[in-house]
């Protein structure tokens, strides 16, 4: 009696669960082998602008770098203001 209900339950667990789609949104073939992406085209679009927005930051933050260097050597080669004591 034990199994006709396991078995009963498993029946009816399996019924009432819809079948699970594959989840890869994505599956490149490379020479780097296989990769799968199960992202959503949104999801990798949202991945593609944060990462361009990081790119730009870094860029400024590197173009303000050179330029924080560039007045300090100005500064170092003229020296600072001297003032003419008599």
Known sequence: MK?????????????TVPSVPAVAQ???IGPGGVRID???A???????IRREERREEFR???RDAIRR???RREFDEDGPP???RY
Not at 3 to 15: D, E, M, P, T, Y
Not at 42 to 48: C, I, K, L
């Open 42 to 48: 949104r999801e990798r679009e949202d991945d593609a």
């Open 3 to 15: 199994h006709i209900v396991a078995g009963g339950l498993i029946a009816a667990g399996l019924l």
């Open 69 to 71: 260097e560039e007045r």
């Open 60 to 62: 400024e933050e590197r």
């Open 82 to 84: 001297r003032r003419d």
């Open 38 to 40: 199960p992202r959503s």
């Open 26 to 28: 994505s599956i490149d």
